[in-house]
């Protein structure tokens, strides 16, 4: 198995009551049922800085 070192990471900011909504629609466009074609997961957001 030969592993390709292409990777993208995108960060989404989202109200908490909108998260599962959006992982759900991620996971659907990005076809992530299917293995190997990536990850999304959803993680509290305390205290962030730099945001514009």
Request: charged share 35%.
């Amino acid at each position: 198995m030969k592993i390709e070192p292409e990777r993208e990471v995108h960060l989404t900011i989202v109200e908490q009551n909108e998260a599962e909504k959006v992982v759900e629609t991620i996971k659907e466009e990005a076809g992530l049922d299917e293995s190997g074609k990536g990850i999304a997961i959803a993680l509290d957001l305390k205290h962030a800085a730099g945001l514009l």
